[in-house]
């Protein structure tokens, strides 16, 4: 039960997904393609599965920061189990994300998307691994004996 197929059961090519992205700016890709809709309505509901969006217009600003952070984190680790996605990839398939949850009347995580992209920066930023400084060894050179 822990395989791939069984988290994520919708088959879409990894070629066809760095197609899509790489020439969404030029939208040369169809974007309903259903297999496509598919990858991106199981991102959406793995998301919804585990955050509550309900009332985020009335949150606090500091409550909305953390949400568009673990939204992003689940969103980020739901794309990583199929491909893998430079920054601007992934903002365009933040964006992607955003308007066909748009269209799905999904106002509230659709909102949340568009501030992840409006944010990305600051927001990807946090998630970025912490680059660990290697430690020096200090011996002492001058062993007389």
Known sequence: ??????????FVSI???????KN???MKVNVN???????????TETILSNVSVENYFTLP?????SLLYMVF???KNSVKVSVSLTDEELISFIVVLWKKNEESENY????ILKDISNNFEAINEF???VKKQPRTIKTDRNNNG
Request: hydrophobic share 40%; glycine share 2%; aromatic share 18%.
């Open 108 to 111: 509230e995580f659709a909102a």
């Open 127 to 129: 998630t970025k691994p």
């Open 1 to 10: 039960m822990g395989n791939k197929a069984y988290l994520f059961p919708f």
């Open 61 to 65: 600003q500091e409550k909305k920061t």
């Open 15 to 21: 070629p066809y997904l760095k197609l899509f992205i």
């Open 24 to 26: 969404e700016k030029n």
């Open 73 to 75: 984190k689940l969103m």
């Open 33 to 43: 393609h259903p297999s496509f809709i598919s990858f991106l309505e199981n991102v």
